[in-house]
């Protein structure tokens, strides 16, 4: 773990309410973390148990850039918030693509950005659309989380989900 808790406060989530406040550690810390364990152990992939790794930009950048001048990979996977190009440039693709990140898990809940923007999850299908295709560049995996059944959500909306994932 690198962080506990989360930036966001969706509607549907509970983890502020076991860790009111995010907290993280260095980006060097947690990749210096990460090759201590890996040397240790011999494992040669990490996954993250934060809610997410991309909570605080500094840190996640700092822990990339570590990683990634790091001749040793360790490959890595953890969950991770969808941020627009303002937030999250293509630079920080590649360097997270470099970092030995083989896996990502995003909760985007919906292909409906009307029962999203109710969920407080503060990306339009655009900005996920971006990411997907740099995902797809980098040839990160990604698993994509969803909720069916939303209150609110009525049948046009899970129909936008519906052809969402069919496109």
């Not at 923007?117 to 995996?141: P, T, V």
């Amino acid at each position: 773990s690198g962080s506990r808790g989360c930036v966001r406060k969706c509607t549907f989530c509970d983890v502020m309410t076991i860790w009111p406040k995010y907290k993280w550690k260095t980006g060097k810390k947690i990749a210096d973390d990460m090759h201590e364990v890996a040397n240790k152990t011999g494992l040669k992939k990490i996954g993250f148990s934060d809610s997410l790794v991309n909570g605080s930009m500094k840190h996640f950048r700092d822990m990339c850039s570590e990683l990634a001048k790091r001749e040793k990979k360790v490959q890595w996977n953890g969950q991770f918030i969808v941020r627009g190009a303002k937030t999250f440039s293509s630079e920080d693709f590649d360097n997270l693509a470099n970092s030995g990140c083989n896996g990502l898990t995003m909760g985007i809940e919906s292909g409906s950005e009307a029962v999203r923007d109710h969920m407080r999850k503060k990306f339009s299908n655009e900005i996920m659309e971006q990411n997907l295709e740099y995902y797809k560049k980098y040839r990160i995996n990604v698993i994509l989380l969803m909720i069916v059944g939303y209150p609110g959500e009525l049948e046009r909306h899970h129909k936008e989900n519906y052809e969402w994932m069919k496109n």
